[in-house]
């Protein structure tokens, strides 16, 4: 199955704009994501605390909608799914 | 020839927004002559949407912050002048706006935005501008604009990067619907053209919803990257589950 990655502001300096991954078996956004994290250190040290957790406050939208409000790391992904990773703005 | 009264009046107004009437119609601009809009915040954001909507003759503009202005708010905060330096900013940005535009009704108010005072001010407003600097305040604000049916415009900024989206009860996902966690709170980095581009979209977006032109940024959200010089649109989706907005006709098409 296909899925798109769209990466903004830092994020997109580490790993790029938009790559799209062809998984082989299902796999949740928290899989996916390490994934990415061993591939990309850079990556990794901007979305996870050391301690191995997602650093809450990042954003990562799967269609449209933040995973804190679908399984959040256990959603599970498929055919066709567009990811959505950008940081908090919250200045004024 | 000296005219009078509502000939006057009009003529005066005409000349003023000749270059806008021609895209909003006479009818547009009386419209804007009798909105009531709330800017909360009156920082890199609020200044300059608080600025174009004075401009275009929003009749009525209710400024609300609760901060003084510092010298490190110069670089963006374009309608404050050095000399204004510790002064109100909701009482400073009103008599500037008052001297750009004496035919409209600024209302500065130095007040913070909380639970206690947030109905009192929302009222008798038409459109909320979200040009706060934090996602708590902007929670509670998203609360008030879905429980009063108010459009809410929001901005954030930090850095080269920004976002701005516009909030329409009952048709798009409301804040807490996008956005879940309230960033820890701190003195982010700005560069003042970053609060020109999204505080423009959001004056852009507050005129649009309220004259019914062009296309709201509803159920969209628009991410600017200043350092790609790029801007990108992401379709949003309402939570049927939201705290919030939830519970009513909120139709999840999605398979998630």
């Known amino acids: 199955m296909k899925i798109a990655v769209r990466a903004f502001a830092d994020y997109r300096e580490i790993i790029g704009k938009e790559m799209e991954l062809v998984l082989s078996e299902e796999k949740t956004i928290g899989e996916l994501l390490a994934e990415l994290g061993d591939r990309y250190p850079g990556l990794r040290r901007e979305m996870f605390a050391s301690t191995g957790e997602l650093k809450e406050f990042i954003n990562i939208f799967i269609n449209g909608r933040n995973i804190a409000f679908l399984n959040d790391m256990d959603t599970t992904l498929i055919d066709g799914d567009t990811i959505a990773l950008f940081p908090p703005v919250a200045g004024g | ?256």
Not at chain 2, 35 to 60: E, H
Not at chain 2, 185 to 204: D, N, R, V, Y
Request: net charge negative.
């Open chain 2, 1 to 256: 020839m000296i005219r009078r009264g509502k000939e006057a009046v009009r003529e005066y107004t005409v000349e003023r927004y000749q270059r806008q009437i021609s895209l909003l119609g006479a009818d547009g601009q009386e419209t804007l002559r009798r909105a009531r809009i709330l800017v909360s915040g009156v920082g890199g954001l609020g200044t300059i949407v608080a600025a174009y909507l004075a401009a275009a003759g929003v009749g009525f503009l209710r400024l609300v912050d609760h901060d003084q202005i510092e010298i490190s708010n110069l670089n963006r905060q374009l309608l404050f002048q050095a000399t204004d330096v510790g002064r109100e900013k909701s009482i400073a940005a009103t008599e500037r706006l008052q001297s750009l535009n004496p035919a409209i009704q600024v209302e500065g108010i130095n007040r913070t935005l909380s639970d206690e005072t947030v109905d009192e001010l929302i009222q008798d407003i038409d459109l909320i501008v979200d040009a706060l600097d934090n996602f708590t305040a902007r929670f509670l604000l998203n609360r008030a604009a879905f429980i009063h049916r108010l459009p809410l415009i929001h901005g954030a900024v930090r850095g080269f990067f920004g976002q701005a989206t516009t909030l329409i009860p009952g048709r798009t996902a409301c804040l807490q619907c996008l956005f879940a966690h309230s960033p820890p709170p701190e003195t982010f980095p700005i560069f003042g053209g970053t609060c020109g581009i999204i505080g423009a979209i959001q004056a852009t977006e507050a005129i649009k919803v309220m004259t019914g032109q062009g296309e709201p940024l509803a159920n969209r959200l628009f991410f600017w990257d200043g350092q790609a010089g790029e801007g990108t649109i992401m379709i949003t989706k309402r939570n049927p589950h939201c705290v919030i907005c939830g519970g009513e006709e909120g139709v999840n098409q999605d398979s998630h």
